[in-house]
């Protein structure tokens, strides 16, 4: 069910609530009228019997005021048919329609009455229609009454209110149609656009393209502008990261440089380098406070990067690299942090694998899988959380920083990934598998 915080459900409830309103008044006002005419026509009949009467009325030798015509509707001439008139005077009736059997419409005083209720034979409900007048040659007052039957009036009311209800119905339905493809029409423009968004998180699209709808284009505009600035700030903190960490290293660099090897000091200065090289990466990652929007990095090219730099390594001690990389494969990540990420893991798979690395990426559950695994001695369970804490090193035999795992840990956390180690199943010795969304 469509509910009120979305925009489609507002503008259908809304559309909804006006149309009933609509319809519902149209029901109410055009029955109205249709009851007036009826009831008009019915009056008009009524009247007519009356002035019939009236004219058929004249005063004897005596001046007693007799009928001599009688209305010829066969309607007044059926036993209580509700069809009837009466003709009164002093208070009696003295001449009462053949519908009325042995029976006599309820006597009133007053003047002249058009469409009153009241009550005739069997307690059958009546329209009444009551006119006072006087003949020529008589002095008696003279009431004229005619009645129509309620019920009748009732059918006649129901049989144009019946079809008037469906009709509305029907114009309902329409427009209530009509509405929803309105709706439905005027809010494909933000569904596309919602949709190039999502392609532009993804990395398969750089911008959003000029939307169709005049509304819509500022809107873009400024995505488009934010989008823009945020490559633009964020290229300019990577500069400035690098210049800071050439002022530094430079200078540590050369004092290292004019100590003697076994000084003491050189290991607070590899101490000092490592930090810095934590803090600076650090940094690096978190510049900009997310990823750039947009970016997508085909993976097979950056581990064919990384193979080349480290094949001098794998020659020599005759390791084989293997890839089980799907062909297009790409992570929805800078190529920086790729090559980066990717790096640090093969690097770190090359000092301690026996003969054997492999990088295997894939789909699992929806999100991206990258998997790096040698053939190595591994890690006791108890070390893999003590390996991706930053300057820790399991092993200080060898050179390193004990700040490759952690970097990578970042840059997976910093682009909504997780980094993982474990054993593995194949080659028995470390696993490092990265996982991102797929977006």
Same mark, same amino acid.
């Given at each position: 069910?469509?509910?009120?915080?979305?925009?489609r459900?507002?503008?259908?409830w809304?559309?909804?609530?006006?149309?009933?309103?609509?319809?519902?008044?149209?029901?109410? !006002?055009?029955?109205? !009228?249709l009851?007036?005419?009826?009831?008009?026509?019915f009056?008009?009949?009524?009247?007519?019997?009356?002035?019939?009467?009236?004219?058929?009325?004249?005063?004897?030798?005596?001046?007693l005021?007799q009928?001599?015509?009688?209305?010829?509707?066969?309607?007044?001439?059926?036993?209580?048919?509700?069809?009837?008139?009466?003709?009164?005077?002093?208070?009696t009736?003295?001449?009462?329609s053949?519908?009325?059997?042995?029976?006599?419409?309820?006597?009133?005083?007053?003047?002249?009455v058009?469409?009153?209720?009241?009550?005739?034979?069997?307690?059958?409900?009546l329209?009444?229609?009551?006119?006072?007048?006087?003949?020529?040659?008589?002095?008696?007052?003279?009431?004229?009454?005619?009645?129509?039957?309620?019920?009748?009036?009732?059918? @006649?009311l129901a049989?144009?209110?019946r079809?008037?209800?469906?009709?509305l119905?029907?114009?309902?339905?329409?427009?209530? =149609?009509?509405? =929803?493809?309105?709706?439905?029409?005027?809010?494909?423009?933000l569904?596309?656009?919602?949709q190039? %968004?999502?392609?532009?998180h993804?990395?398969?699209?750089?911008?959003l393209?000029?939307?169709?709808a005049?509304? %819509?284009?500022?809107?873009a505009?400024?995505?488009? @502008?934010?989008?823009l600035?945020n490559?633009?700030?964020?290229?300019r903190? *990577?500069?400035?990261?690098?210049?800071?960490?050439?002022? %530094?290293?430079?200078?540590?660099?050369a004092l290292?440089?004019?100590?003697?090897a076994?000084?003491?000091?050189?290991?607070?200065?590899?101490?000092?380098? *490592?930090?810095?090289?934590?803090?600076l990466?650090?940094?690096?990652?978190?510049a900009?406070?997310?990823?750039v929007?947009?970016?997508?990095?085909?993976? @097979?090219?950056?581990?064919?990067?990384?193979?080349?730099?480290?094949?001098?390594?794998?020659q020599?001690?005759? !390791?084989?690299?293997?890839?089980?990389?799907?062909?297009?494969?790409s992570?929805?990540?800078?190529?920086q942090?790729?090559?980066?990420?990717?790096?640090?893991?093969?690097?770190?798979?090359?000092?301690?694998?026996?003969?054997? !690395?492999?990088v295997?990426?894939?789909?699992?559950?929806?999100?991206?899988?990258?998997?790096?695994?040698?053939d190595?001695?591994?890690?006791?369970?108890?070390?893999?959380?003590?390996?991706?804490?930053?300057?820790?090193?399991?092993d200080?035999?060898?050179?390193?920083?004990?700040l490759?795992?952690?970097?990578?840990?970042?840059?997976a956390?910093?682009?909504?990934?997780?980094?993982k180690?474990? *054993?593995?199943?194949?080659?028995?010795g470390?696993s490092?598998?990265?996982? %991102?969304? @797929?977006?």
């Open positions: 069910m469509i509910g009120w915080n979305s925009i459900g507002r503008l259908l809304l559309s909804a609530a006006w149309l009933t309103a609509a319809l519902l008044a149209a029901y109410l !006002i055009i029955g109205g !009228i009851r007036d005419f009826i009831t008009d026509r009056d008009t009949e009524a009247s007519a019997v009356a002035d019939s009467l009236i004219a058929g009325t004249r005063a004897d030798q005596q001046g005021a009928l001599y015509d009688v209305p010829g509707d066969p309607r007044f001439s059926a036993p209580i048919s509700g069809w009837y008139w009466q003709i009164e005077a002093d208070g009736a003295i001449v009462i053949d519908s009325l059997y042995d029976t006599t419409l309820p006597i009133a005083n007053g003047g002249d058009t469409g009153a209720a009241a009550t005739g034979p069997g307690d059958a409900e329209r009444l229609l009551r006119r006072a007048y006087t003949v020529p040659g008589s002095d008696e007052t003279l009431t004229a009454t005619v009645t129509v039957p309620q019920a009748e009036i009732d059918t @006649a049989a144009v209110r079809p008037l209800a469906l009709t119905i029907v114009l309902g339905v329409g427009l209530a =149609l009509a509405v =929803l493809l309105q709706v439905t029409a005027g809010l494909s423009a569904k596309r656009m919602g190039d %968004l999502r392609k532009v993804s990395g398969s699209a750089n911008a393209p000029r939307p169709d005049a509304e %819509l284009q500022p809107v505009d400024e995505i488009n @502008a934010l989008i600035r490559g633009e700030q964020l290229a903190t *990577r500069e400035q990261i690098g210049n800071l960490a050439h002022s %530094l290293k430079t200078p540590l660099m290292q440089g004019e100590m003697a076994d000084d003491p000091r050189q290991a607070m200065i590899q101490r000092m380098d *490592r930090q810095i090289g934590w803090h990466k650090r940094a690096r990652s978190a900009g406070g997310r990823r929007l947009g970016q997508r990095t085909e993976l @097979a090219p950056v581990v064919e990067d990384i193979s080349l730099v480290l094949r001098h390594t794998l020599d001690a005759g !390791i084989t690299l293997e890839k089980q990389i799907p062909p297009g494969f992570l929805p990540v800078e190529q942090d790729a090559q980066e990420m990717l790096g640090n893991l093969m690097e770190n798979a090359s000092k301690w694998t026996r003969s054997r !690395i492999m295997r990426a894939g789909l699992d559950e929806g999100r991206i899988t990258v998997t790096i695994c040698d190595g001695p591994g890690m006791a369970d108890e070390d893999y959380a003590r390996a991706l804490s930053r300057g820790t090193r399991l200080e035999r060898g050179a390193g920083s004990g490759g795992l952690a970097i990578v840990a970042d840059l956390a910093l682009n909504g990934g997780t980094l180690l474990g *054993r593995d199943d194949d080659l028995g470390l490092a598998r990265i996982t %991102l969304p @797929a977006l």
